[in-house]
């Protein structure tokens, strides 16, 4: 049997164009693969640091998650304002809060220069701390996201700025 | 011309072994319902994770109780996967904020699936629970223990919105009496 060449052409023709299908389907489902994988990553995220409730409907194309705020969250976002109040250049995204928009929420809490300059100028502000003493901006981060003191004097620097409540003596 | 015939054979034979290898992959992939479990939480993200219990509803349906997220194990998940031809896969997944400061239970409600379901974490002094309605019904839910010991209900019937939680310990005596509040419209 043997094959014209126009005929071989066609079929090398026809393989080529299969194969390139094939390839164009596989190149979308990866691409794709890695947009869930991305939306999973930040879904996972947002629900641990802003302490969310979520529900996963599907995982897979078409992604179908929600997420809720609980009383956790509220916890986070009085501290974030209770500071923000009293310090204006910490920004406190109202809208993004209102919106759930948790990534954009997530973004006005990056700028560590910001969070730097709020804890130096609540230890400045405050009575308690003897000269010298000081914060990192991961200070201010963690007592807004975990409501945790990891420095010294934080603790009684925020309750002398009115920002936490007195510590209750049994 | 015979040359041509034992190449076209063995060309066949080989994509005959390439395509069982895969299918065979495709339908064994999800089998063992503990490495599918483990696959589906990490597709989830839900990692760093521990389980509390595996409970089969039938045959084909499982509800897998866990709470995920370092270091603290605070979010306390319920996922549902189903038996197909294809293994164990995911069907859907709650996950609920429940910390434990200062609370010596706590517990939410959930639709997962056709299932109403209640769960929380508790301490693991606590070795039984009792669980008593406004309307005289009586549950004692599962315990499930891991980082947290975490307690669960499957609910058949009527869910409630309020109960008494009556906390037990191993020599049955009574460690405390709690009231909890359930939001039955959650999420919506």
């Known amino acids: 049997m043997k094959l014209s060449f126009k005929y071989k052409v066609l079929m090398i023709v026809v393989l080529l164009m299969f194969i390139g299908i094939f390839l164009y389907y596989y190149g979308i489902k990866a691409r794709q693969e890695q947009a869930v994988t991305e939306a999973l990553i930040d879904y996972k995220n947002m629900t641990r640091e802003y302490a969310l409730d979520a529900v996963y409907k599907s995982k897979e194309v078409p992604i179908e998650v929600k997420l809720y705020p609980t009383a956790h969250t509220e916890a986070i976002l009085n501290r974030w304002k209770a500071i923000s109040d009293r310090y204006p250049e910490l920004d406190y995204p109202e809208a993004a809060i209102e919106a759930e928009d948790w990534l954009t929420v997530e973004e006005s809490l990056e700028d560590t220069d910001v969070l730097k300059e709020v804890v130096d100028q609540m230890y400045e502000d405050s009575t308690i701390p003897p000269e010298g003493a000081g914060a990192s901006f991961t200070t201010l981060f963690n007592y807004i996201k975990y409501h945790q003191y990891d420095t010294t004097y934080i603790e009684e620097v925020l309750i002398d700025l009115g920002i936490e409540p007195p510590k209750e003596i049994d | 011309m015979k040359k041509k015939k034992v190449i076209i054979v063995t060309m066949t034979i080989v994509l005959l072994i390439v395509v069982s290898y895969f299918a065979f992959q495709l339908v064994n992939q999800n089998q063992d319902i503990e490495k599918a479990i483990e696959q589906e939480l990490y597709e989830l993200k839900h990692t760093v994770e521990d389980i509390y219990a595996i409970e089969f509803l039938d045959n084909d349906r499982v509800l897998v109780f866990y709470s995920w997220s370092f ?12 038996k197909t031809w294809r293994g164990w896969q995911f069907v859907e997944a709650v996950s609920n904020r429940m910390e434990m400061k200062n609370a010596w239970l706590k517990g939410v409600y959930a639709e997962i699936g056709d299932y109403a379901i209640l769960r929380g974490p508790t301490w693991a002094s606590v070795a039984k629970i009792e669980i008593i309605t406004g309307d005289g019904r009586e549950y004692i839910p599962d315990l499930g223990r891991a980082e947290w010991q975490m307690w669960y ?30 939001d039955l419209n959650w999420p919506e």
């Not at chain 2, 270091?71 to 189903?82: A, K, T």
């Not at chain 2, 869910?159 to 009231?179: Q, W």
């Open chain 2, 153 to 182: 209900l499957i609910l058949e019937d009527e869910p409630f919105e309020e109960a008494t939680f009556i906390l037990y310990d191993s020599d049955g005596e009574v460690l405390k009496e709690e009231v909890l509040e359930f």
């Open chain 2, 71 to 82: 270091p603290d194990y605070s979010n306390f998940g319920v996922m549902e996967l189903e």
